[in-house]
């Protein structure tokens, strides 16, 4: 049977641009998926440091504009790792100093709502075939709302192909006014409940979740939590009925092989759970970085991007408990000057004993998790959440909101502490049962190992996202064929 062809469509990628988790996801899964014999080819907005990035670019047809939306050009390029990534190239839209979705000075581009339905568009483009490349996709997978218009303007055009759309964090959904639907070529028709209007908006991530064939979240848990009304954001209605339907499930990330203790170039020092010396001496470099006073007592890191999702406001309020106990806290993080102030407030108070860092750096990233005893991750809701599982390889046991990606990736008193009460006292209790058990050689070690043996690779996720692909276009998978059995395989380990 031929392979099947998956066109995934995304705003990030690890190592071109990124801006959070969908750039890792996107760098991980493909590679994953193609592995599994699965033909999967990326398209991405063509942003001036991708362009500049990619040695080499096939330029290949003009793509149509519609109503406001500029034609643009379609690329080719081959990544490293062997995927092919189509890049979708507009100069006025997507040749920018910034992020993906910012300016340099951190507020969202105006003209998002037309870059990304540029992106959609080209998308639908060549899934029905008019993009003048010799591969058309049996699905198409967009992720989140920059995406949400891919399965909209496909069902539009009468492309009938399956589409899944992927939802790693709901709270973002590009809604924008709505006169904007003419610029963006949506039906009147579909100006509807039923269809792209969300409180009298136009609803990018609205769109997705009505006209994609399936809807995905990043874990099971946030899949559930969506569908109700404290974490839908105004979309648990349609994502009630979805589920309801057997369209919406949860399927958990991975990491990349990237994060070994034993091999991270980014790592001072490296260890494994047999010896963990060089862990000893990355918190060191981590103390010695800070500032902070040379300790023998629970190091608690925190690596993440400082909005109010995250939950940080609670750490500032348990710092003076933590640091009261013999503990030091190291964070890296950018983002809300506002948390960003807390943070340093509190940093003040305990000079010695709490660093801050803000800025967007790897390298200090791998070695504060690597260096750390426990992870703070007091996250309000957490659709799935990376760095709990980067902690967990690097032996840095995550203390964690018992809330979507968290709950479902750290066994609680196992691999790591999980809280169900969000609140400071909540935090400092499984804080009590992290600092009992640094206080317990015996029973840190074991956590440590559990921690360090987990398996958070790529191959699980691909396997499912096979198995959704496989139920959309009605193509059982072949039994015994390798693949299956490579995953079987993988899973009894
Ligand atoms: P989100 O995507 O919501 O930010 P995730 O946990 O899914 O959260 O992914 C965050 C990723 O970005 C992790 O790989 C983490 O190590 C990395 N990261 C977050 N903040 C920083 C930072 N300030 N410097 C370096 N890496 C960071
Ligand atoms: C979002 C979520 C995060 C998730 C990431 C990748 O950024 O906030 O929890 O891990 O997407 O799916």
Redesign the pocket.
Known sequence: MSAIKVLFVTTEIAGLAKA???G?VSAGLPPALRQRGIDVRLLMPGYRAVLARLPSIDWGEDLPGRAAIPAGRLGTALLPDGSVLHLVAQPALFERAGTPYCTPEGRDWADNHLRFARLSLAAADIAAGRAGLDWVPDIVHANDWPGGLTPAYMRWDGTSMPTVLTI??IAYQGNFDAGQRHLLGIPDAAFDVNGVEFHGQVSFLKAGGFYASHVTAVSPTYAREITTEPLGAGLHGLMGGRAASGELSGIVNGIDDSWDPGSDPHLPHHFDPDDLHGKHANADVVRTGLCLRPSDGPLFGI???LVH?KGLDLVAEAANDIVDQGGQIAI???GDPEIEHMLSRASRRHRDDIGVLI????P??RRI?AGSDFTLMPSRF?P?????M?AQRYGALPIAHATGGLADTIADGTTGFLFSTLSPDGLMAACHRAFDAFGDAARLEEMRRAAMARSFGWAAAAAEYEALYRRLLGRPAVLGSAPARAVVMEEAA
């Open positions: 959070g988790g969908l890792e790693h964090n690596v993440s991007r999702q890296l993080g950018l800025g967007f750096n790897e200090m990233a998790v957490e799935c959440g990376l760095t709990q980067q």
